[in-house]
C-alpha cells in the first residue's frame, strides 16, 4: 500500500496513518501473549508509540526510552505533550536515558522490548552489541522484542530517482547479533506500507537525511518530477528463552 503526502499539508495524516498501520504491524508481531509492562526503546516523538499504546491494552504499562539529543533533542517534551493532550500520562513511563545503559530498570522486569528507526542510530557492533546486552538484561524469561528498520534497498521513485536510506542493518545482521546476544526463534517481516513524498515534502525529508542543497539541487529535476518514494521496513522479532 502507498499513501500519499503529494502536498505539505498532506503530510500530517499520512505520518499518521503510515504509523496506525506500523502500530498493527508491531501488535501482530507482538502476539497475544499477556504483556503487563512494554519498553519502546528510542521512542522518539512517540509517532508509534502513541497509536501502539491504542491497540494495546489499557492495562499495560508502557516505559518509553529515548536519549533527546543531536538533531533529536527536545522529542521528548514533544511526546510528553502529546501524552498530555490525548490524556495517555499515566500508562506511560518516560526516562531519558541511553539505551546502551538502562540503569533505571530492573533485570528481568518486562515482558516486550520494541522499537523503530533506532537501529540504525546504533551502526557500529559494539554499540549495537551493548544495547542488546541491556535488551536482554531488562527482558523477563519468555519475553520478546521487535525491532523494525527502514531497509536499505535502493528504491525507485515513480520517476527513477533511486535513493537509499544509510546506515541500516541487514536482517541477516540483525539476526546473528541477536543471536549472539542470547536470543532465538528469530523470524523476519516485511511492512510494505510506504508514503509517497511530492516535491516540496521530498526535500524536507531528505534534508533530514543528511542531503547537501548540492545534492538536493542536482537531483531537483527529477524531485520535481516524480518525489520520492520512502522505504519499506523489515521488522525483526525474537524471544528470550524461557
Ligand atoms: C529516527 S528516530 C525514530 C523515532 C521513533 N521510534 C519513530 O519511529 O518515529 C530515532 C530515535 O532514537 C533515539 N536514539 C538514538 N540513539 C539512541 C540511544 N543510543 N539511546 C536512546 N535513544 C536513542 C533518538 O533520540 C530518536 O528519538
Redesign the pocket.
Known amino acids: 500500500m502507498k499513501i500519499n503526502a503529494d502536498r505539505p499539508r498532506d503530510l500530517v495524516a499520512a505520518r499518521s496513518k503510515y ?1 496506525d498501520r506500523l502500530a498493527d504491524h508491531f501488535v501482530r508481531e507482538i502476539g497475544s501473549n499477556r504483556i503487563r509492562t512494554i519498553i ?10 502513541i497509536p501502539l499504546l491504542g491497540k494495546l491494552p489499557t492495562s499495560t504499562r508502557m516505559i518509553a ?6 538533531p ?1 533533542a527536545g ?1 521528548l517534551n514533544e511526546f510528553a505533550a502529546g501524552l498530555h493532550r490525548r490524556r495517555l500520562e499515566k500508562r506511560v513511563r518516560i526516562v531519558c ?4 545503559n538502562l540503569d533505571g530498570l530492573d533485570n528481568e522486569s518486562v515482558d516486550v522490548v520494541v ?4 537501529l ?3 551502526p557500529r557492533k559494539p ?1 549495537l552489541q551493548k ?1 542488546l546486552g541491556e535488551f536482554y538484561r531488562v527482558l523477563r524469561p519468555g519475553g520478546i522484542m521487535v525491532h ?1 528498520e527502514w531497509s536499505s534497498y535502493p528504491t525507485a521513485g515513480p520517476q527513477g530517482l533511486l535513493i537509499k536510506h544509510w546506515p541500516s542493518w541487514t536482517p541477516d545482521q540483525l539476526f546473528v547479533m541477536m543471536r549472539d546476544a542470547g536470543f532465538h526463534d528469530s523470524r523476519v517481516t516485511y511492512f510494505d506500507t510506504t508514503v509517497h513524498l511530492g516535491y516540496e515534502n521530498a526535500v524536507e525529508e531528505l534534508r533530514t537525511w543528511g542531503w547537501t542543497e548540492r545534492l538536493l539541487k542536482q537531483s531537483d529535476r527529477l524531485l520535481k518530477h516524480g518525489g520520492i518514494d520512502l522505504p519499506f521496513e523489515h521488522v525483526i522479532r525474537c524471544a528470550k528463552g524461557r
Not at 519502546?40 to 508509540?49: H, I, Y
Not at 526510552?65 to 543531536?70: A, L, N, Q, T
Open positions: 504509523y519502546e526503546a528510542g521512542c522518539g516523538r512517540g509517532q508509534l508509540t526510552v529515548d536519549s533527546s539529543k543531536g533529536y522529542w536515558s541511553d539505551v546502551r522499537s523503530n528507526e533506532l540504525c542510530d546504533l554499540q544495547a523494525g
